[in-house]
T-cell receptor, first 112, second 111 residues
Framework: NAGVTQTPKFRVLKTGQSMTLLCAQDMNHEYMYWYRQDPGMGLRLIHYSVGEGTTAKGEVPDGYNVSRLKKQNFLLGLESAAPSQTSVYFC???????????FGPGTRLTVT | EDQVTQSPEALRLQEGESSSLNCSYTVSGLRGLFWYRQDPGKGPEFLFTLYSAGEEKEKERLKATLTKKESFLHITAPKPEDSATYLCAVQGPLGNNDMRFGAGTRLTVKP
């Protein structure tokens, strides 16, 4: 039981490049989330999903897109990376809407 | 606007020196308050959920309490392995889709 895994662990992009971050969970959770964590700030919700085939915007969705084609996977895409998107990205999942979230190990992204 | 403020930003303790971390919040319709522990380079790890004022939860050397405006994480006789950043998160009426995290308190326990 691996819990929540994220790929890749590190990535460096040039401004304007695109990439996709992959999150996978093996706990059969319905809800999945993408957060970003910046120094001195709390985790901020980018997008979330309440089930396979569904996605919704969180607090800071601009510049990101997501897809949930399979229940266990949640993808975060950056179509045209900007330096302001330099951050650590965390994926999380939960059984229900109000339950504790289980986080992945994070992806450190640098955009130059 | 919903806000979560944690204090202090950083705390250094000697092994065995008990202390408390504070999380003050403003939210309409609190659904739950969560405490997480985050080690360097890793994702947050769930510790506690508190749902109503007066509730308390304990786990080893940690005890979390909740009032209508704030929560405390009490650490009794800490050990070096308790060193980590502790995050507080407040859940509004919409659940996890409506969550606000504090910036965290970085705790260092010296042997």
């Amino acid at each position: 039981n691996a819990g929540v895994t994220q790929t890749p662990k590190f990535r460096v992009l040039k401004t304007g490049q695109s990439m996709t971050l992959l999150c996978a969970q093996d706990m059969n959770h319905e809800y999945m989330y993408w957060y970003r964590q910046d120094p001195g700030m709390g985790l901020r919700l980018i997008h979330y999903s309440v089930g396979e085939g569904t996605t919704a915007k969180g607090e800071v969705p601009d510049g990101y897109n997501v897809s949930r084609l399979k229940k266990q996977n949640f993808l975060l895409g950056l179509e045209s990376a900007a330096p302001s998107q330099t951050s650590v990205y965390f994926c999380a999942s939960s059984i229900g809407l109000g339950g504790a979230q289980y986080f992945g190990p994070g992806t450190r992204l640098t955009v130059t | 606007e919903d806000q979560v403020t944690q204090s202090p930003e950083a705390l250094r303790l000697q092994e065995g020196e008990s202390s408390s971390l504070n999380c003050s919040y403003t939210v309409s319709g609190l659904r739950g308050l969560f405490w997480y522990r985050q080690d360097p380079g890793k994702g947050p790890e769930f510790l506690f959920t508190l749902y109503s004022a007066g509730e308390e939860k304990e786990k080893e050397r940690l005890k979390a309490t909740l009032t209508k405006k704030e929560s405390f994480l009490h650490i009794t006789a800490p050990k070096p392995e308790d060193s980590a950043t502790y995050l507080c998160a407040v859940q509004g009426p919409l659940g996890n889709n409506d969550m606000r995290f504090g910036a965290g308190t970085r705790l260092t326990v010296k042997p």
